[in-house]
């Protein structure tokens, strides 16, 4: 083997690690076109971000990537202004 680190062919699969700025996080990315839709699925790839540099990149559905930020934080429970609250905002 070639690589410096001598780890098997498929961790690359199963571990992130960011092309451009090395990162070995990262965040599911929204699937956008209908190609990323419906396609990826089918040869197993699901779009991912990069958490430093916000890359966006396909990998394998078996590589850990944590939800994405807008989904983490949607547990939380919405607080509801009261009317008038806020004065003359349009």
């Given at each position: 083997?070639?690589?410096s680190?001598?780890?098997?062919?498929?961790?690359?699969?199963?571990?992130?690690?960011?092309?451009?700025?090395?990162?070995?996080?990262?965040?599911?990315?929204?699937?956008?076109t209908?190609?990323?839709?419906?396609?990826?699925?089918?040869?197993?790839?699901?779009?991912?971000?990069?958490?430093?540099?916000?890359?966006r990149d396909?990998?394998?559905?078996?590589?850990?990537?944590?939800?994405?930020?807008?989904?983490?934080?949607?547990k939380?429970?919405?607080?509801?202004a009261?009317?008038?609250?806020?004065?003359?905002?349009?």
């Amino acid at each position: 083997m070639s690589n410096s680190s001598e780890q098997p062919w498929f961790q690359r699969f199963l571990e992130f690690h960011c092309d451009d700025c090395g990162c070995e996080t990262a965040f599911r990315s929204r699937r956008r076109t209908f190609s990323e839709r419906y396609l990826l699925p089918i040869f197993l790839l699901q779009p991912v971000r990069c958490a430093e540099c916000f890359r966006r990149d396909y990998r394998s559905l078996f590589m850990a990537a944590k939800p994405r930020l807008s989904e983490a934080g949607s547990k939380r429970k919405p607080s509801v202004a009261a009317p008038g609250q806020y004065g003359n905002v349009a």
